[in-house]
């Protein structure tokens, strides 16, 4: 079975700090895709990042890096330096591609980030 | 601007109503997707479309249907709506996964918050 576990529901910063969003998903799949986006207070779900299952390279853009690692399942989300505008749910998706080809979303993180 | 256009933002329904949720994209996708979003469940596939009048069952296809009838446009429906169908339903699309490039994601439209009294 596919799954994706989020196992922070909320977690909660003072501006500035760095903060990691754990996300570790399941699939007997070889060939996937894993997705964040970000659901800020206005509602709509922003892409930030797509990462190819054999593509462990591990990537940063601004503040943002992650890190896959497939030999743990997990796919980690760093926000360097917070900032309040970062206060979101992210969500964790994981596509697969061998057969149906769907997107399996974990339960989200809520960040607040406080000034 | 390539969008994912939801045909509500806000819709309140009674109970037992037949409920037409809309959703259109312009980027002329393959696939198309309809997920619904609740607290602490984060979002469940209800059902998908690989192609007109193509449809697949997600996660929780029970209570609902869908309608394919043209490739920009993907329907979800209630047949009798009911007060546990209180939620916010998101629509999705993409490329079929053969012609992805390296940015290719799916899409999602703003949602639409269904209330069912």
């Known amino acids: 079975a596919q799954k994706v576990t989020q196992a922070q529901t909320e977690i909660s910063v003072v501006e500035k700090e760095d903060v990691t969003l754990d996300c570790v998903y399941e699939?007997?799949?070889?060939?996937?895709?894993l997705f964040w986006y970000k659901q800020p207070p206005s509602g709509e779900l922003v892409f930030l990042i797509r990462?190819?299952?054999?593509?462990?390279q591990n990537e940063i853009s601004g503040r943002y890096s992650w890190n896959f690692q497939k030999s743990t399942s997990s796919f980690n989300f760093t926000i360097t330096a917070s900032q309040v505008v970062d206060s979101a749910v992210y969500f964790c998706?994981?596509?697969?591609?061998?057969?149906?080809?769907?997107?399996?979303f974990g339960q989200g993180t809520r960040l607040t980030i406080n000034p | 601007d390539v969008k994912v256009t939801q045909s509500s933002r806000y819709l309140v329904k009674r109970t037992g109503e037949k409920v037409f949720l809309e959703c259109v994209q312009d980027?002329?996708?393959?696939?198309m997707f309809w997920y619904r979003q609740d607290p602490g469940l984060g979002l469940r596939l209800i059902y998908f479309?690989?192609?007109?009048?193509?449809?697949e069952k997600g996660d929780i296809p029970e209570g609902y249907s869908v309608s394919r009838e043209k490739k920009e446009r993907f329907s979800l429906i209630l047949e009798s709506a009911s007060t546990n169908q209180t939620s916010m339903y998101l629509c999705a699309s993409s490329q079929e996964v053969g012609r992805w490039d390296r940015n290719e994601k799916l899409l999602f439209g703003s949602g639409t918050q269904l209330s069912v009294l």
């Open positions: 479309s690989y192609d007109v009048k193509m449809k």
């Open positions: 699939t007997r799949d070889t060939t996937y895709y």
């Open positions: 998706a994981l596509f697969l591609i061998q057969g149906a080809q769907k997107l399996v």
């Open positions: 980027m002329d996708h393959e696939n």
């Open positions: 990462r190819n299952s054999f593509d462990e």
